[in-house]
């Protein structure tokens, strides 16, 4: 076997690969802050986390977040975190509202991922229904994709954040809520995510997962979550869908 020949096989199995879960996928369910687009390019993630610690903390509630929860870098773990002390209250309608609003703010400045816009528009225009199972609120993901005139592609399979906190991903809901309006079985599904909690979510709904990650940290997160399939980059499959 010459050297050309063992660098050019693994690619060659990727492609393989890809172009076997594309076949089977009638239906795409796509995470939003990740595969889509960075949306907090511009608006970083941390400081929206720690002003929710801080508004918190005005109010003399800190005691609520453990030590590991006080310095996080995802708002997400601040709004579980006070779901799990105060499921259903006033408290945590407020947070995940101010959470909605400064996702709001990041839409602007989000950096839309490579290949992603034509990846979407591709995957439509060949016959595949597409939705989003997000832990986003689905208010900042119609504003996003109506900014990118990729809406259309998407509407009406939205998927995302209430004020019921309990069905943030890893729970499968937003992907099983997806499945069951579309009329698709599990196996006739991918789910395109960039994290642990994405991973757990397909594979509790039962759905073939593809990870997305733009770098190596990312990428062991997902295969210490027991990913097998993940690409650094969308281009591959926009490849696979012109070929």
């Known amino acids: 076997m010459t050297s050309d020949t063992a660098q050019t096989e693994p690619v060659t199995a990727q492609a393989e690969r890809l172009q076997e879960l594309i076949t089977h996928a009638r239906v795409v369910l796509w995470d939003f802050d990740g595969p889509i687009c960075r949306l907090f390019a511009g608006h970083s993630a941390t400081r929206v986390a720690a002003e ?7 109010r003399g509630l800190h ?11 995802d708002p997400h773990v601040v709004l579980r975190a006070v779901n799990r002390r105060h499921p259903d209250s006033d408290l945590v309608a407020e947070l995940e509202e101010r959470l909605t609003q400064e996702e709001l703010r990041a839409v602007p400045s989000a950096l839309p991922t490579a290949f992603a816009d034509p990846l979407i528009r591709t995957w439509t225009a060949v016959g595949a229904r597409l939705a989003i199972a997000t832990n986003n609120s689905p208010q900042v993901v119609r504003e996003y994709l109506a900014s990118r005139q990729l809406l259309e592609c998407f509407t009406p399979h939205i998927y995302g954040r209430t004020q019921d906190l ?7 809901y937003y992907l099983n809520r997806a499945l069951t309006a579309m009329g698709t079985a599990p196996s006739d599904a991918l789910f395109i995510g960039d994290t642990p909690t994405d991973c757990q979510a397909a594979r509790d709904a039962g759905v073939p997962f593809l990870g997305y990650a733009r770098n190596e940290r990312k990428g062991k997160l997902l295969l210490d979550a027991g990913a097998t399939d993940i690409v650094g980059s969308l281009k591959p499959l926009l490849e696979s869908l012109w070929g």
Request: aromatic fraction near 8%.
């Open 63 to 73: 005691g609520l977040l453990a030590e590991g929860e006080l310095d996080t870098e």
């Open 52 to 58: 929710l610690v801080e508004w918190l903390e005005r």
């Open 166 to 172: 309990q069905y943030l991903k890893p729970h499968p």
